[in-house]
């Protein structure tokens, strides 16, 4: 399957993450869901409350917020056993695979357990896919952050308004198409198309200039993917999120779409979004 199986129309690109920056779905996600989850697949049930702590910390509350699901996942297995609460046989080749892998999604996942013993590994798998059960099961009750439905339904008329998430497609599917984002969207890239530097790279070679196009996200991994590709970056910061959204409709997508969004610019939305985190 082509994820980039689609037209520029438009001069400009604006990228988009989904959870935690466009859905509202990212703090209720991570403590319903993936951190429970951990715990249950780990065996970490008598320390349930620091494990907790500690995943809220890396996924949420700190500079690796949004990080990839597996990524998040070898670091806080990485730091348990620092701490003598449990040891993962195969932890070591799992967090191999999560720096070095083209893709980190469940396929990707599961067509290495056809090669692999390490039993980190199945149990990455089967937490991932209890995850994605769990986050099935949650209440209907998913919406996005204020201002954002009608901030793309505008920038839609002057940009191409591309989704750019770490999660998996099934979901993001669903949560856009409930809310009527995906009407706004020419595509919906999300794990499964590779990491968000790798899809705003493959976004570039459909003619956009670098500084037309644009990455909307509430995480240092947004910032660092927009970096790569030598494109701008707008976050939408954690508990201000309603407000950034108008922010970005008001003032930095006209300055886009002006030639005025400068490196000045730049670097003030992104001393405000470190500062915003506690960096």
């Not at 008598?46 to 500690?54: K, P, R, S, V």
């Not at 839609?156 to 591309?162: E, F, G, H, I, Q």
């Not at 990491?195 to 995480?219: F, H, N, R």
Request: net charge negative; aromatic share 8%; charged share 30%.
């Amino acid at each position: 399957m082509d994820h980039f199986d689609f037209d520029r129309t438009k001069e400009f690109a604006v990228c988009i993450d989904s959870d935690g920056c466009a859905m509202d779905t990212m703090e209720v996600k991570h403590r319903e869901c993936f951190g429970p989850q951990w715990i249950k697949t780990y065996g970490l049930d008598d320390h349930f409350d620091e494990c907790m702590e500690l995943w809220l910390h890396i996924n949420l509350y700190s500079i690796t917020r949004g990080i990839n699901r597996f990524k998040g996942l070898a670091m806080a297995l990485l730091e348990v056993e620092k701490r003598g609460l449990c040891h993962t046989e195969g932890l070591d080749e799992f967090v191999t695979w999560t720096k070095e892998a083209e893709e980190l999604s469940n396929p990707a996942l599961l067509a290495l357990t056809q090669k692999s013993e390490s039993p980190c590994i199945e149990l990455a798998l089967l937490w991932s896919v209890r995850t994605n059960r769990a986050i099935h099961g949650l209440p209907a009750d998913d919406k996005p952050f204020p201002n954002a439905k009608q901030t793309m339904d505008a920038m839609c008329k002057s940009a191409d308004l591309v989704a750019v998430s770490s999660a998996n497609k099934e979901a993001v599917e669903a949560e856009w198409q409930k809310h009527g984002l995906k009407e706004d969207c020419q595509a919906l890239l999300t794990q499964e198309a590779g990491s968000k530097a790798y899809c705003i790279g493959e976004l570039l070679k459909k003619g956009y200039a670098p500084t037309q196009v644009l990455m909307v996200g509430d995480a240092p991994g947004d910032r660092d993917a927009a970096a790569k590709n030598g494109v701008r970056y707008y976050p939408i910061l954690v508990g201000k999120e309603g407000e950034s959204w108008q922010r970005l409709m008001d003032e930095a997508f006209p300055k886009l779409l002006g030639g005025s969004f400068d490196d000045v610019y730049q670097e003030e939305l992104i001393a405000a979004f470190e500062k915003n985190l506690g960096v």
